[in-house]
Nanobody, 111 residues
């Protein structure tokens, strides 16, 4: 059974940085596309970033140039480095692979 565990969320001031991690078990992530989504209060979950087996990445327009997704296949883990954070980045961030979701990690950007 696939299990995804996110970590690294928290409270940060505008302009700050956070690094999210998603550790996978029950699956070898190496050959799969993985994704980060986020869901703000009262809003739909949206796709933030993806990474494929060749380390090609895609990003939501509003995070391009600020967020970087990466993977460490040896650790079976993906990351989301988030810089220059804005209040509108506040959301629960979820990791996704195939049909499985993590439990989410809260990111709050506020002064």
């Amino acid at each position: 059974q696939v299990q995804l565990v996110e970590s690294g969320g928290g409270l940060v001031q505008p302009g700050g940085s956070l690094r999210l991690s998603c550790a996978a078990s029950g699956i070898t992530i190496r050959i799969y596309v993985m994704a980060w989504y986020r869901q703000a209060p009262g809003k739909q979950r949206v796709l933030v970033a993806t990474i494929d087996s060749g380390n090609n990445t895609t990003y939501l327009d509003s995070v391009k140039g600020r967020f970087t997704m990466s993977r460490d296949n040896a650790k079976n883990t993906v990351y989301l480095q988030m810089n220059s954070l804005k209040p509108e980045d506040t959301a629960v961030y979820y990791c996704f692979i195939l049909n499985s979701w993590g439990q989410g990690t809260q990111v709050t950007v506020s002064s």
